[in-house]
Each structure stands twice: as structure tokens, then as C-alpha cells.
């Protein structure tokens, strides 16, 4: 398995670099056309060809060089949360729950409901999705951030436009919990009845579990298992995942300190993107 991931890796770049040669080898032979009177005009439009192909590759080379980030192939948990603009923000939020399940379709990945909590309207205050796939965190890693939408609310009649913002945190899966020592002393268990739909079972146990790291105060809630054993491992999972991210984002900071990381952080003062309706517009930041 290990060769078969290390041959994952190498070909794409082994694949760029003789696409680069094969494109030399073109623009060498369209040079030695222009000694040709006759096919001297032919000649050049083959090496402008050639000659964008070559900075194109170049660069595609580049990328694939970079350095990569470890977690890049990992699983990912996605968390959306509603900010300010109360119904609207909470619809917003539905609606990004809905874009990124979309391109995890597209992607041909699996997509777990690890917890939600829905607004009246039919949006979400808060949705966490488990997404699995290969390379799911080096496509979704910049997500991370203050989401803003301008729009006209289903709730305005007035038919003004209204800003609305949604917080995204994109954390990596961890392999295995033990990457972060979760010290059972530091944990507050708390377990409770499921609320929403799910018939008999869920109202008549306590199978939701709420955890609670005393020492950063990070608290996570799972409900939507049906057991109290399967909430508490899905839960245990997050809580990792959030701690090993808050320790990558502070190592980061020490690093660069003029760039603030957003893994797992959602601050919302960091705006990455603006959904623009009227004028069907959407900004990068």
C-alpha cells in the first residue's frame, strides 16, 4: 500500500515533466523550421505554441513541487456556523452545508451528518459533515473563515439587501485519536436525550453525549448516532481533531506571524469570500 501511495504521489509529477520535455523537443523543431523560407510563418506560430505551453507546464511543475503538507490527504470534519444576521445567517449557513455536499459528490466522496442543529426557517445554526475522501483537506483546507453573503432575505419584504456572514472551519481527520493524548481527568462527559426527529428510540435514552476539555474549554456535542457508545467515539474523534488543529495554528502563528492560520479557528473577523446575489458576483478576499 505504501508503494502504491508513494507511485500516487510521484506520477503527476513525472507525468508534467515529460509533457515539459515533450514540449522542448516541439519548440527545438519549430526553430529549425524557420531556416525554411516556406514554412518560416508556420514555424513561428509553433513556437508562440510552444513557448506558452512551456510557461504553462512550468508553473503546473512548480506546484507540484511545493512542499506538501502532511494532512493533505486526510478526511476532513467541515463545521458551519451561522454569525451575525440571525434567519438569514442560519440559511446561508443551509445553503453552504449544500454547496460543499454538492462538490463532495462531484469529488466522488463520502459524506457523514456528524451533527446538526437547524434553525426554524429550514437553515442550520451549526452542521459538522465528516468528509471522506482522498487528498479531501488539500481541497478544502481554504475554506476556512468568514463566509459573507449580500442578498435580499426570504424574510425581507421590503426587498431590501441584507449582509449576513457564516463561519467555516475545515479540521483534518486525525488516523488515530492517540495523536493527541486525551487525558480522561481533562474530560467532562456529560450525556443527555437526543432532540429532533427519530422517533421512540431517541427520545426515550440518553444517547447524545456533550465533551468537555476542562484545560482549553473546547466542548463538542454528538446526537445524531443511535447509540450512546457511537456518539461518544464520533464526539472523542472531533474533540482530537480540534485540539490537534488549535496546536497547528498556534506552531503556525510562532512561524509566521503576520499570517493568522484559520485551521479549525473560523474567525470570523477573517473574511475569505463574499457571496454577492444582486449582482451575481462572488470576491475572494
Given at each position: 500500500?505504501?508503494?502504491?501511495?508513494?507511485?500516487?504521489?510521484?506520477?503527476?509529477?513525472?507525468?508534467?515533466?515529460?509533457?515539459?520535455?515533450?514540449?522542448?523537443?516541439?519548440?527545438?523543431?519549430?526553430?529549425?523550421?524557420?531556416?525554411?523560407?516556406?514554412?518560416?510563418?508556420?514555424?513561428?506560430?509553433?513556437?508562440?505554441?510552444?513557448?506558452?505551453?512551456?510557461?504553462?507546464?512550468?508553473?503546473?511543475?512548480?506546484?507540484?513541487?511545493?512542499?506538501?503538507?502532511?494532512?493533505?490527504?486526510?478526511?476532513?470534519?467541515?463545521?458551519?456556523?451561522?454569525?451575525?444576521?440571525?434567519?438569514?445567517?442560519?440559511?446561508?449557513?443551509?445553503?453552504?452545508?449544500?454547496?460543499?455536499?454538492?462538490?463532495?459528490?462531484?469529488?466522488?466522496?463520502?459524506?457523514?451528518?456528524?451533527?446538526?442543529?437547524?434553525?426554524?426557517?429550514?437553515?442550520?445554526?451549526?452542521?459538522?459533515?465528516?468528509?471522506?475522501?482522498?487528498?479531501?483537506?488539500?481541497?478544502?483546507?481554504?475554506?476556512?473563515?468568514?463566509?459573507?453573503?449580500?442578498r435580499v432575505p426570504a424574510t425581507e419584504s421590503q426587498g431590501r439587501v441584507?449582509?449576513?456572514?457564516?463561519?467555516?472551519?475545515?479540521?483534518?481527520?486525525?488516523?488515530?485519536?492517540?495523536?493527541?493524548?486525551?487525558?480522561?481527568?481533562?474530560?467532562?462527559?456529560?450525556?443527555?436525550?437526543?432532540?429532533?426527529?427519530?422517533?421512540?428510540?431517541?427520545?426515550?435514552?440518553?444517547?447524545?453525549?456533550?465533551?468537555?476539555?476542562?484545560?482549553?474549554?473546547?466542548?463538542?456535542?454528538?446526537?445524531?448516532?443511535?447509540?450512546?457508545?457511537?456518539?461518544?467515539?464520533?464526539?472523542?474523534?472531533?474533540?482530537?481533531s480540534r485540539i490537534y488543529a488549535a496546536r497547528v495554528a498556534e506552531q503556525?502563528?510562532?512561524?509566521?506571524?503576520?499570517?493568522?492560520?484559520?485551521?479549525?479557528?473560523?474567525?470570523?473577523?477573517?473574511?475569505?469570500?463574499?457571496?454577492?446575489?444582486?449582482?451575481?458576483?462572488?470576491?475572494?478576499?
Amino acid at each position: 500500500r505504501s508503494l502504491s501511495q508513494e507511485r500516487a504521489e510521484i506520477e503527476p509529477v513525472v507525468q508534467k515533466l515529460h509533457a515539459f520535455e515533450s514540449a522542448e523537443d516541439d519548440l527545438a523543431t519549430a526553430r529549425e523550421m524557420l531556416n525554411d523560407p516556406e514554412m518560416k510563418t508556420f514555424a513561428q506560430e509553433e513556437i508562440n505554441i510552444a513557448k506558452d505551453r512551456l510557461d504553462q507546464l512550468e508553473k503546473e511543475l512548480l506546484i507540484h513541487l511545493l512542499p506538501r503538507d502532511p494532512n493533505d490527504k486526510r478526511n476532513i470534519f467541515l463545521e458551519v456556523r451561522a454569525g451575525t444576521g440571525g434567519d438569514e445567517s442560519a440559511l446561508f449557513a443551509g445553503d453552504l452545508v449544500r454547496m460543499y455536499l454538492r462538490y463532495a459528490e462531484n469529488q466522488h466522496w463520502k459524506t457523514e451528518i456528524v451533527s446538526k442543529n437547524e434553525s426554524e426557517l429550514g437553515g442550520y445554526k451549526e452542521a459538522i459533515i465528516r468528509i471522506i475522501g482522498e487528498g479531501a483537506y488539500s481541497k478544502l483546507k481554504f475554506e476556512s473563515g468568514g463566509h459573507r453573503v449580500q442578498r435580499v432575505p426570504a424574510t425581507e419584504s421590503q426587498g431590501r439587501v441584507h449582509t449576513s456572514a457564516c463561519t467555516v472551519a475545515v479540521l483534518p481527520e486525525l488516523d488515530e485519536v492517540e495523536e493527541v493524548q486525551l487525558n480522561p481527568s481533562e474530560l467532562r462527559i456529560d450525556v443527555f436525550r437526543a432532540s429532533g426527529a427519530g422517533g421512540q428510540h431517541i427520545q426515550k435514552t440518553d444517547s447524545a453525549v456533550r465533551i468537555t476539555h476542562l484545560p482549553t474549554g473546547l466542548v463538542v456535542e454528538c446526537q445524531d448516532e443511535r447509540s450512546q457508545t457511537q456518539n461518544k467515539a464520533r464526539a472523542m474523534a472531533i474533540l482530537a481533531s480540534r485540539i490537534y488543529a488549535a496546536r497547528v495554528a498556534e506552531q503556525q502563528a510562532k512561524e509566521a506571524s503576520e499570517r493568522k492560520s484559520l485551521v479549525g479557528s473560523g474567525d470570523r473577523s477573517e473574511r475569505i469570500r463574499t457571496y454577492n446575489y444582486p449582482q451575481g458576483r462572488v470576491t475572494d478576499h
